[in-house]
């Protein structure tokens, strides 16, 4: 089956740290989506991506926050500076841009911020 | 995008059909219905999506009312491993605004 990949799997900072979480799509989905699952907001759309260009950042706080895909085989989520309350697992997801397929999700990562 | 009501919780016993129901009211002419389970410490899985009627996959079958206004996923003779959170979510499956929100969704317990 195909998978989305998701690096690192855990990671344990320290505040004021920068974080830099990378996704490798599957390959020939054109959309890609990054999500935070915390226990008390539940999934969290926070951008998304289609053919590269980002669609839609809204959901994400922009000050330390940035989302990009420097190519079709890569996404990243990068936080600078960390904080405690980004502690949270961070899950990409990609999808083919049309037809009767829904989203496949990777495997998260695990952050967490000291 | 259209919102979602689903259950917060729900229990069965093993080997018992399961059906969570979902509202979603103010759905789009556009929109589809998409049903996702996720385990612990595992990313949401794609389970089933409709438009209207009926869907059925190797997994689960999927119930439409003409209204749309509401869905049901069905689960034939649950398992211990159907143990999970599901989501219920609408979104335009091919527009630009394809994006999907997920809401609270259902932890379903199943027991022996």
């Known amino acids: 089956d195909a998978r989305v990949t998701q690096t690192p799997r855990h990671k344990v900072t320290e505040m004021g740290q920068e974080v830099t979480m990378r996704c490798q799509p599957i390959?020939?989905?054109?959309?890609v989506f990054w999500y935070r699952q915390t226990m008390m907001q539940g999934l969290e759309l926070l951008a998304y991506f289609r053919n590269r260009a980002p669609l839609d950042d809204s959901g994400m706080p922009k000050d330390r926050f940035s989302a990009e895909m420097p190519d079709a085989t890569l996404a990243t989520l990068k936080i600078q500076p960390s904080e405690p309350r980004d502690s949270a697992v961070y899950f990409c997801?990609?999808?083919?841009?049309?037809?009767?397929?829904?989203?496949?999700f990777g495997s998260g990562t695990r952050l967490t911020v000291v | 995008l259209a919102k979602t009501t689903q259950p917060i919780s729900m229990d069965s016993y093993e080997g018992q059909e399961v059906n969570i129901t979902c509202s979603h009211n103010?759905?789009?002419?556009?929109?589809?219905i998409t049903w996702y389970q996720q385990f612990p410490s595992q990313g949401p899985r794609f389970i089933i999506q409709g438009y209207k009627t009926k869907v059925t996959n190797e997994v689960a079958s999927l119930f439409i009312p003409a209204d749309r206004k509401s869905s049901t996923l069905s689960l034939p003779r649950v398992s211990l491993s159907d143990t999970a959170v599901y989501y219920c979510?609408?979104?335009?499956?091919?527009?630009?605004?394809?994006?999907?929100?997920f809401g609270t969704g259902t932890r379903l317990q199943v027991t022996l």
């Open positions: 997801a990609s999808a083919p841009g049309q037809g009767p397929h829904g989203y496949t």
């Open positions: 979510l609408v979104g335009d499956r091919g527009g630009t605004a394809s994006k999907l929100t």
């Open positions: 103010n759905i789009a002419t556009n929109d589809y």
């Open positions: 390959l020939g989905h054109n959309t």
